[in-house]
């Protein structure tokens, strides 16, 4: 299988059209099995997928470690073609707890630090703040990030939730590869001021939440055991009425999607496919059997009619909740 690619921004790296993120092999969506997250990652190598997500707060280095040991034990050519992305600042206690950002010059070079070594790696090829702190000006902590660039341990700088002010104001400071966001069919908060900027200064999107967590997946369903630290166990629109709503979206998009013969996911995913060139989802698989159903979203074409279609049944805002709880949206500068 050929993957397609998309370049990062004007300067930034070619990337699989599809990246792989890893967060769910470590935290916030229930358990997962360590064996199926290295083999999930060493047969996305295999299949052409290039491009790693991760962030040094996911269970605290955990995914670093996991992301780590599937390099080294992937046949060196597999290992030579994965490109990292990790996102830091995150401030987190040891019972999970979080508080807070930290984007201050040698705080950055402290976090790339410890992620080389957890990875097992001499760079990181894109690195990105979290959230904005808000007591330290962008143009320094994407400063600091400039200098790592300089000194070879990072190749690309990128940003994460951050409106069109901040993304003016960091690549004003240096160039900028690609911005992490939230994007999916009831996730289309970006396309009205943020998209216009990210498009005008030549900056990629890596699309998160491509399915909104699972939620359009096609695959949950209301009898899902949450723990206390998963995620959607808090979400907004994982809860009561909510919750009810937002699944009949996806059973009306589940008709759509047999007429077209393919999966409600792999229909979700190729809508994020299909926003442009400019776009590369990362898909949250933790295991084989869900990597293969993403990476089939990349045979699906929709054409006009398609197009048309899916936006009449999942109008843009047709979802009910927060993308996030109250307490996190405030950390959203893509939200302010
Ligand atoms: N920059 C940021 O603020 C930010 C925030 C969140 C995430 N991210 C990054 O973006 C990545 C993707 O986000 P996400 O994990 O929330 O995305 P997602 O792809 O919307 O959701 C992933 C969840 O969907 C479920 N799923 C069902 N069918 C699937 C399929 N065919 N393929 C993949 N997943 C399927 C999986 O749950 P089951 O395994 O239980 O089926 C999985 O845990 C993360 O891993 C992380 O690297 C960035």
């Avoid at 902590?141 to 994460?160: F, K």
């Avoid at 009831?186 to 030549?202: A, H, N, S």
């Avoid at 109008?315 to 949206?329: E, F, L």
Wanted: aromatic fraction near 6%; glycine fraction near 10%; proline fraction near 4%.
């Amino acid at each position: 299988m050929t993957i397609p690619t998309r370049t990062l921004g004007t300067n930034g790296p070619r990337v699989s059209a599809l990246g792989l993120g890893c967060m769910g092999m470590s935290a916030l969506y229930g358990d997962a099995d360590r064996t199926e997250s290295i083999a999930t990652i060493h047969a996305a190598l295999e299949a052409g997928v290039t491009l790693l997500d991760t962030g040094d707060f996911y269970a605290m280095g955990h995914n670093e470690l996991l992301i780590g040991e599937a390099l080294r034990t992937a046949p060196a050519a597999r290992r030579e073609q994965a490109l990292t992305s990790v996102k830091f600042g995150a401030l987190r206690g040891p019972d999970g707890g979080w508080f807070g950002y930290d984007g201050r010059p040698a705080a950055v070079k402290n976090f790339a630090a410890y992620s080389l070594q957890r990875l097992g790696v001499d760079h990181i090829d894109v690195y990105r703040i979290a959230r904005v702190d808000a007591d330290v000006p962008i143009e320094e902590t994407v400063g600091a990030i400039a200098e790592l660039v300089e000194q070879g341990y990072v190749r690309h700088i990128g940003l994460s939730e951050v409106g069109a002010d901040t993304i003016r104001r960091a690549a004003a400071t240096a160039p900028i590869a690609d911005v992490q966001l939230e994007y999916a069919l009831i996730t289309r908060g970006i396309e009205d001021r943020i998209l216009p900027v990210t498009r005008e200064l030549g900056i990629s999107v890596t699309a998160y939440g491509v399915l909104s967590r699972g939620l359009i997946s096609g695959h949950f369903t209301t009898d899902r055991q949450l723990g206390a630290s998963d995620f959607r166990a808090h979400s907004p629109r994982f809860q009561g009425e909510n919750l009810q709503h937002n699944l009949t979206l996806v059973e009306q998009l589940r008709k759509l999607a047999e007429q077209k013969g393919v999966s409600v996911a792999q229909l979700a995913i190729a809508w994020v496919l299909s926003r442009g060139e400019d776009i590369v989802p990362l898909v949250g698989a933790r295991t084989r059997e869900r990597l293969t159903e993403s990476l089939g979203a990349l045979d699906v074409v929709l054409d006009a009619a398609d197009l048309a279609a899916i936006e009449a049944t999942v109008p843009a805002d047709s979802a009910v909740g927060d993308r996030y709880p109250s307490a996190m949206m405030a950390h959203l500068d893509s939200e302010h």
